[in-house]
């Protein structure tokens, strides 16, 4: 099945029911595609809210050469089909893979104009090849994001549960404490004025994670959990 088949075979799975119906959900599907193309675009120097940093990177891959970018952008429109069909308004850092940005300060400025009730970064990790396993990474008190610090992290450990449960991929065992990893260095997170976490769903050095990952089935699991994580965030409030 193609990669267009699947998604509309998830939009066409039955359910007259809308959950999500009058929410607002961002998804950042972390890099593009086409970065590798435009080093000085992606190298130019952005405010994170603490410092300065590059507006993106070309994220990492598998050994055998499968882009994060890819990666993200898959479970991104598997979880973008999931999220219409529960009745939410989906807004989107990027709609394709083949472009370049847009910048990390931007893709927060997106999200927030948009006024997300929830928000997630998707990402997969470059780590140590024998580590494995999911880490949600969670804003710290930094100005713009202070209001939403306590529900972000609601948020991030039902997503976890839910992660974990779906798909099978354990807690980090090498990024953070039982799952979790605070960071203040990440403009997505530092800039955020709506609840939002960034998952790294996999370490795509680690061979047991790497051989997964590229499947659809996994991806599409991967996104039914965000869906999951998602809902029972918003429906709790």
């Not at 990893?181 to 990440?186: C, E, Q, V």
Request: charged residues 20%; contains cysteine.
């Amino acid at each position: 099945m193609t990669f267009l088949a699947s998604l509309l075979a998830v939009l066409s799975m039955a359910g007259a029911h809308h959950p999500l119906a009058g929410k607002v959900v961002g998804i950042d599907p972390g890099h593009n595609g086409g970065n590798f193309s435009d080093p000085s675009f992606i190298n130019q120097p952005v405010w994170n809210g603490r410092e300065q940093e590059a507006c993106d990177t070309t994220g990492t891959e598998t050994n055998a050469g499968y882009t994060e970018a890819r990666f993200n952008f898959n479970v991104a429109m598997y979880l973008r089909a999931y999220l219409v069909r529960e009745g939410a308004k989906v807004v989107m850092t990027r709609r394709t893979n083949h472009g370049v940005g847009p910048c990390i300060d931007r893709r927060a400025q997106i999200l927030n104009k948009a006024g997300a009730d929830v928000a997630i970064d998707i990402h997969a990790d470059g780590g140590p090849p024998s580590g494995r396993g999911v880490a949600i990474l969670t804003p710290v008190p930094d100005g713009p994001n202070d209001k939403v610090i306590a529900a972000s992290r609601r948020f991030g450990r039902v997503l976890l549960d839910r992660y974990t449960a779906l798909t099978g991929i354990p807690v980090s065992n090498y990024d953070g404490t039982n799952g979790f990893a605070p960071r203040n260095n990440l403009a997505g997170l530092n800039l955020t004025t709506v609840p939002k976490v960034l998952i790294e769903c996999v370490n795509m050095r680690n061979a047991a994670d790497a051989a997964g990952l590229v499947k659809p089935a996994f991806q599409k699991l991967a996104a039914k959990s965000m869906a999951e994580a998602i809902t029972g965030f918003l429906k709790s409030r």
